[in-house]
C-alpha cells in the first residue's frame, strides 16, 4: 500500500506538470531556468526552540503569456526546507534545568520536489506581483548533529526516506525585471497542510522565504 500510494504521487506530480506545458503551446510561452536562496522552518505548535536554517533551491520554469498584464509561470523545482535547533546537555541530565551554554547542534533538511504555479500580474514594465499554490514531495529527511563542545568539525549525519510525502501551501512575492532575460523573485511560501496529522489538536506548517534569480530563454 506504501509504494502504491508513493507510484501515486509521482504520477501525479509528472501529469500536473506535463498539463501546464500542454496549456502553455496555445499561448506565447518561454522556458527558464531559476536558483537562489531558502531561509525556512517549520512555524505553529510544537516548534519551541526552532529555528530558520538557510539553504537552497534549483530548477526550471515555464513562462506563458496570456496577455500583457498577466502570466503564468508553473516551475518544477529541488528545494531544501528545514529547521535547526539547539540542545543544552544540562537540560537532558536534570529534566528540563537549562544551563547556560548548548552543547549540540541539530540540522534538520527537508529535501522536496515543489510545483509552484504561481499567476504574475504586472504592475509596470519591471515590476510583477507573484501568487499561487505550490505542492511539494518530500524526497528525504537527512539530520545532521554536531556537538559543539569539540574542535573538529565532524558531524553525525543520518537519512531517511520521504516516500513523496505531500505538502501543500500559497506562495506569494514579486518578480523584479532587471533585463530581457535574468529578473529577481523574493517569495514568502507557507503550507497549509498539518504535519501533525498524528497528534489530535497539534497544528504546525512549513514555512519559507525564497530569493531567486532567474534566466528567461526568448
Known amino acids: 500500500m ?15 506538470f506535463l498539463f501546464l506545458l500542454q496549456g502553455g503551446r496555445s499561448q506565447e510561452a518561454h522556458f527558464g531556468v531559476k536558483g537562489g536562496l531558502n531561509y525556512s ?13 538557510f539553504s537552497g533551491h534549483g530548477g526550471i ?9 498577466f502570466k503564468l509561470q508553473p516551475e518544477l523545482l529541488y528545494s531544501s526546507q528545514g529547521f535547526q535547533y539547539s540542545t543544552d546537555l544540562a537540560a537532558i541530565q536534570t529534566n528540563g534545568s537549562v544551563g547556560e551554554e548548548n552543547d549540540f547542534r541539530t540540522n534538520v533538511q527537508l529535501n522536496y520536489l515543489t510545483i509552484p504555479v504561481l499567476g504574475k500580474f504586472a504592475l509596470n514594465d519591471r ?14 529527511q537527512v539530520i545532521k548533529n554536531k556537538d559543539l563542545n569539540q574542535d573538529s568539525n565532524l558531524e553525525r549525519r543520518s537519512s531517511i526516506s520521504g516516500d513523496f510525502q505531500l505538502d501543500y501551501g ?3 512575492g514579486l518578480g523584479l525585471q532587471l533585463n ?27 514555512a519559507a522565504i525564497q530569493l531567486s534569480l532567474n534566466y528567461l530563454f526568448r
Open 2 to 16: 506504501k509504494k502504491f500510494n508513493l507510484y501515486k504521487r509521482v504520477i501525479f506530480t509528472m501529469a500536473l
Open 41 to 53: 522552518s517549520i512555524v505553529g505548535d510544537l516548534t519551541d526552540g526552532l529555528k530558520f536554517r
Open 61 to 69: 520554469f515555464m513562462e506563458i503569456d496570456f496577455s500583457e498584464k
Open 127 to 140: 515590476i510583477d506581483v507573484e501568487f499561487g499554490p505550490q505542492f511539494g514531495f518530500l524526497l528525504n
Open 170 to 172: 500559497a506562495a506569494v
Open 180 to 206: 530581457d532575460n535574468f529578473s529577481l523573485s523574493p517569495k514568502f511560501y507557507i503550507g497549509l497542510r498539518n504535519r501533525l496529522n498524528a497528534l489530535q489538536g497539534a497544528q504546525n506548517y512549513n
